[in-house]
Every structure is written in C-alpha cells, then in structure tokens.
C-alpha cells in the first residue's frame, strides 16, 4: 500500500484547508487511519485518528473542536479538515494507516506501519 497526502499550503490564521490522503494498493482495510504533524524543530505528534473497528474518532487536545477527520471507503480517502487554523499549526502533515497490531497506543507514530509523504501547512498570522 502507498499513501500519497495533498492539500497543503499557506493559509492566513482563521482560515480553513482539507488535506487528503489517498491509499493506493489496497483498501483502508486497517486497525487506524490517522494524521500526525511535524512541525521545524519538533518531534512528530499525534493530530487525529479514526478507529476503523469502532468508526470513532480521537484528536489531539491541540485540534479539538477545529479539525475533523474523515475516510471515504468507496473512494479509498481519508481527510482531513482543519478549521479556525492557528500559526501553531504550521507544520508538515502525514496520514498513516495501521494495518497490522502494534502494542502502541493510537496517538504514538510506531502503531501505524505505512506513512504518506507529507504536506506542508503554513499559517500565517
């Protein structure tokens, strides 16, 4: 399976982006579907991910109530829509998919086994 993400770009503070993440080679058939973000400097941390067992969803503290993430079976997407941005979210952005059990928790980057390439998001203030 490969993950290709798209959508990045600059945006001003307020505004509003929807990355994309599409699976090629096979079905988002996974434990998770997720997105984590880098950001220059930092360490890679958790943003959104969706439970394909359950259909729940969790978000970092951070994107709550801002970010909403989604996964269109038929169409083998998942996004991300990233409402009300910030500065602080300016950051290199990557959707994973768990597709095998890992003793991980959701919102570590080792339980997800294929990473996308990342985009890049900047917001500017």
């Known amino acids: 399976v490969q993950l290709q993400a798209s959508g990045g770009g600059l945006v001003q503070a307020g505004g509003s982006l929807t990355l994309s993440c599409a699976a090629s080679?096979?079905?988002?058939?996974?434990?998770?579907v997720g997105w984590f973000r880098q950001a220059p400097g930092k360490e890679r941390e958790f943003v959104a991910t969706?439970?394909?067992?359950?259909?729940?969803?969790y978000y970092a503290d951070s994107v709550k109530g801002r970010f909403t993430i989604s996964v269109d079976n038929a169409k083998n997407m998942a996004y991300l829509q990233m409402n009300k941005l910030e500065p602080e979210d300016t950051a290199v952005y990557y959707c994973?998919?768990?597709?095998?059990?890992?003793?991980?928790?959701?919102?570590?980057?080792?339980?997800?086994?294929?990473w996308g390439q990342g985009t890049l998001v900047t917001v500017s203030s």
């Open positions: 994973a998919v768990a597709g095998s059990f890992r003793a991980y928790r959701f919102d570590q980057p080792q339980r997800y086994d294929t």
């Open positions: 080679g096979r079905t988002f058939n996974s434990y998770f």
């Open positions: 969706l439970s394909r067992n359950s259909g729940n969803t």
